[in-house]
């Protein structure tokens, strides 16, 4: 499954969203945090992406 993650930077105060790879939401929480390890951000959803 695919999961959108929409997220703030708060470096940078935007919102952006990235597409990533899951079983379920925590594994792409799981994935994002793998990914995003170095910045400072807040999650603000998690949706599954209709296949």
Do not use: E
């Not at 990235?18 to 793998?34: C, M, N, Q």
């Amino acid at each position: 499954m695919t999961w959108a993650v929409t997220f703030m930077d708060k470096d940078i105060q935007k919102v952006r969203v990235d597409t990533l790879p899951g079983i379920d939401r925590k594994d792409a929480l799981r994935s994002f945090f793998a990914c995003y390890r170095h910045g400072n951000y807040t999650i603000l959803s998690v949706v599954k992406v209709p296949q």
